[in-house]
């Protein structure tokens, strides 16, 4: 594996796009559906998480009788539907510009979700921002998501970066402690829509992506 280059990883609801509003709305509707009250507080803990994570615990606190594969399967396919179907997918503010930035710089830049592979795909794909992307790893390609490390440690084997050079970028407290737990550097974007996150394991927290990314990039 070579060591002169670094890499850097994405995540990408909440980082890419700004879909978290539109997630909390489309499981609300679904937990009213199964008879159950999940408060948005207590959904937006699961920011970040694998779906595996958020359905267990819910299905065991609130005595959900589907099974967790079903409960998963459901909410990827509602999510699926709904960017697959909407006029226009929310980008964060600046992420292009930033992509722009980093592709200038000898960094290869991979993206790592929670989310499907098959929906980071159409997302790329819809707003044209696949071929930044070296690599692209899913939520179903791992074992353990988020805050497990392991999404991140495949992302940066695929880029043949040693994870002591790379670099996260993430929006939850899940994704921090992934990242972390990674041996990488981490950046917290601080997304108002994500809800209240503690991003304090960070090794830099900013409320907007531009120079200050790049300049710790550059470091």
């Known amino acids: 594996m070579t060591t002169d280059h670094w890499c850097f990883i994405f995540d990408m609801d909440g980082v890419i796009i700004d879909t ?4 909390l709305e489309l499981n609300q509707g679904f937990f009213r559906r199964c008879g159950i009250a999940v408060s948005v507080e207590e959904q937006m803990t699961y920011a970040g998480a694998s779906g595996h994570k958020m359905w267990s615990e819910i299905k065991a606190k609130y005595g959900l009788p589907q099974n967790v594969d079903w409960l998963i399967d459901n ?5 699926y539907r709904m960017l697959e179907q ?9 992420v292009r510009g930033l992509l ?7 960094v290869r830049i991979g993206l790592a979700s929670s989310s499907p592979t098959r929906t980071v795909s159409l997302v790329l794909e819809r707003l044209s921002l696949r071929p930044y992307f070296s690599t692209i790893v899913g939520g179903e390609e791992i074992e353990n998501g988020k805050p497990e490390p392991d999404i991140f440690l495949e992302c940066a084997k695929r880029l043949e970066t040693p994870p002591h050079h790379s670099v996260v970028l993430e929006d939850s407290v899940n994704g921090v402690r992934a990242g972390r737990a990674a ?6 974007f601080q997304n108002p ?7 304090a394991g960070a090794d830099l927290v900013v409320d907007s992506l531009g120079a200050d990314v790049v300049e710790f990039v550059r470091r």
Do not use: C, T
Not at 86 to 94: F, K
């Open 20 to 23: 978290e509003p539109l997630y």
């Open 75 to 79: 909410e990827k396919q509602g999510i």
């Open 86 to 94: 909407a006029e226009s997918i929310p980008v964060v503010d600046g």
């Open 100 to 106: 722009e930035e980093l592709r200038r710089l000898p």
């Open 183 to 188: 041996g990488m550097k981490v950046v917290a």
């Open 193 to 199: 829509n994500s809800g209240p996150q503690d991003l």
